[in-house]
């Protein structure tokens, strides 16, 4: 289960990368 919650982590903090970077492009 910890490796579930890692890569949860992980597809959240991506999105919000790419949020970000859509929006100061």
């Keep these: ?3 579930d ?3 949860n982590k ?3 903090i991506e999105r ?3 949020r970000a ?3 100061f492009a």
Excluded: I
Aim: hydrophobic fraction near 60%; glycine fraction near 0%.
């Design 1 to 3: 289960m910890a490796d």
């Design 5 to 7: 919650v890692l890569l």
């Design 10 to 12: 992980a597809a959240t």
């Design 16 to 18: 919000c990368v790419a």
């Design 21 to 23: 970077r859509e929006e």
